[in-house]
Nanobody
């Protein structure tokens, strides 16, 4: 199972980026998927999650109103549209897939059994 994240890069504060995550090796069309991030010297933190059908989403307070998570038509893809980026958004962003089917979008990392390697997002001030 592979979760390949892409779309990261260097952007100025106030700018936008769109991250993509493509899953292979198994299907996630019945599973919640999520984005987490980890900045240097800090613990990994939850960013956003979305249910198997896109019907429910959950965001960290720090990104609410600025980031939007969505799923692709193939359901094995998930996106993170990031706007109004701030320097504190700088981190490696990882996508994750839940281990169980039909779960609610949770911020608990233990619910996610499948993880990608991540993509670097750097926001300059």
């Amino acid at each position: 199972v592979q979760l390949q994240a892409s779309g990261g890069g260097l952007v100025q504060a106030g700018g936008s980026l769109r991250l993509s995550c493509a899953a292979s090796g198994r299907t996630f069309n019945r599973h919640t998927m999520a984005w987490f991030r980890q900045a240097p010297g800090k613990e990994r933190e939850f960013v956003a999650a979305i249910t198997w059908n896109g019907g429910r989403t959950h965001y960290a307070d720090s990104v609410k109103g600025r980031f939007t998570i969505s799923r692709g038509n193939a359901a094995n893809t998930v996106y993170l549209q990031m706007s109004s980026l701030k320097p504190e958004d700088t981190a490696v962003y990882h996508c994750a897939g839940a281990g169980a089917q039909f779960t609610i979008p949770t911020d608990k990392s233990g619910a996610y059994h499948y993880w990608g390697q991540g993509t670097q997002v750097t926001v300059s001030s």
